[in-house]
């Protein structure tokens, strides 16, 4: 039962480093999110991708973070000169292309990468 | 813009207590609405869903009903057991339908 992978689940940066996400989404999905979740907050939308493509970056930082989708791979949500305010748990979630009408795919998540900068 | 309100927690029931948390939502239109799980040190998983106004998702015992009146979808379950315990999000599809909107998350403990 391949769902949503993430890796790894537990990333530790010192501040300064660049940490790199991946996201394998579910088999036939071609639609991947990413949300963080800071302590004790819900989850935050950061980004939504097709294959080789960026449809809605509303939620993403206007630096140091970045996402892409290529055509070949996992997803990978690259986070550049880490600073402490950037620990918390990151998701990802894919969901088949969009049939009917949008809005009726459900999200799928994976377990989360948690990234602690010291 | 888009947001949802969920209950404060934590919650704090015993075997077969029933359940609510309220979930309030303000959107634009008739978005699709979410009800996920997160036991701890997992990802979110789907709990049940509901598409248009009075559709009611149901699964493992707990239900919610999409109240346009009200722009309420609250969760219910009539008899709790201590492998509920976990925390709870109310979820909407924004209208882009790009991304969810999440509430703050609910706390659930249940004790034996």
């Known amino acids: 039962n391949a769902g949503v992978m993430q890796n790894p689940r537990h990333l530790v940066r010192r501040r300064g480093q660049e940490a790199r996400l991946r996201c394998s989404p579910m088999?036939?999905?071609?639609?991947v999110y990413w949300y963080r979740q800071l302590p004790e907050e819900g989850l935050k939308f950061m980004v939504y991708?097709?294959?080789?493509?960026?449809?809605?970056e509303s939620g993403m930082p206007k630096e140091r973070f970045s996402a892409e989708f290529p055509k070949e791979g996992p997803s990978i949500l690259r986070i550049q000169q880490v600073v402490r305010g950037d620990s918390a748990a990151y998701f990802c979630?894919?969901?088949?292309?969009f049939g009917g009408g949008q809005g009726n795919q459900p999200q799928h998540f994976g377990d989360g990468t948690r990234l602690s900068i010291l | 813009g888009d947001s949802v309100t969920q209950m404060e927690g934590p919650v704090t029931l015993s075997e077969e207590a029933f359940l609510t948390i309220n979930c309030t939502y303000t959107?634009?239109?008739?978005?699709?609405l979410f009800w996920y799980v997160q036991y701890p040190g997992e990802g979110l998983q789907l709990l049940l869903k509901?598409?248009?106004?009075?559709d009611k998702g149901s699964n493992k015992g707990f239900e919610a009903t999409y109240r346009k009146e009200t722009t309420s979808f609250h969760l219910e379950k009539g008899s709790v057991q201590v492998s509920d315990s976990a925390v709870y999000f109310c979820?909407?599809?924004?209208?882009?339908?790009?991304?969810?909107?999440f509430g703050k998350g609910t706390t659930l403990s249940v004790s034996s």
């Open positions: 979630a894919s969901s088949p292309p």
């Open positions: 088999k036939g999905h071609s639609h």
């Open positions: 991708l097709q294959k080789e493509n960026i449809i809605d």
């Open positions: 959107a634009t239109g008739y978005p699709s």
């Open positions: 509901a598409t248009k106004a009075d």
């Open positions: 979820a909407l599809r924004n209208q882009a339908g790009t991304a969810l909107i």
